[in-house]
């Protein structure tokens, strides 16, 4: 019984593992975002919003709604459609990882 338990313990800790997003990827990947968004997530393209600190939740049903053509962009339905569930979950791990400060206009 105790050998099961560590068994069973041990495929857990196995899942958790595979499923992990792998945060070194999403940094690989996103070079290919940076020319709109930023090297830095602070997007350097007027049409295209900052990815940097963003909720990884968000992130990734955003790129879901593009490749599901839910959200419709020219640019983003192309490029979401060439990412697994997986480069999704990198790169939304990369990003969300970014420290984001905030400066309020003094009014
Ligand atoms: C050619 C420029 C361009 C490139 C390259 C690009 N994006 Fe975008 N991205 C945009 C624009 C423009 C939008 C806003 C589209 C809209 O209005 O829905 C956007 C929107 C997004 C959003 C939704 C953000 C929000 O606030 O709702 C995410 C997430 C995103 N991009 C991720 C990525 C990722 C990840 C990559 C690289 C794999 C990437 N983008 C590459 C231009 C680009």
Redesign the pocket.
């Known amino acids: 019984m105790k050998h099961f338990v560590i068994l069973c313990l041990g495929l857990i800790i196995n899942i958790a593992v595979a499923a992990a997003a792998d945060i070194e990827n999403g940094k690989k990947?996103?070079s290919?975002?940076s020319?709109?968004?930023g090297k830095d997530g602070i997007s350097t393209?007027p049409?295209?919003?900052n990815?940097a600190g963003?909720s990884s939740i968000?992130?990734e049903k955003?790129?879901v709604d593009?490749r599901k053509g839910i959200?419709?962009?020219r640019?983003?339905s192309l490029?979401?459609s060439s990412?697994s569930m997986k480069e999704i979950k990198d790169?939304a791990a990369w990003?969300s990882a970014f420290e984001v400060t905030v400066t309020l206009p003094e009014l």
Do not use: N, W
């Open positions: 990947l996103s290919a975002c020319v709109c968004h393209y049409e295209a919003p990815l963003m968000y992130f955003s790129l593009y959200r419709q962009d640019r983003m490029i979401s990412l790169l990003y």
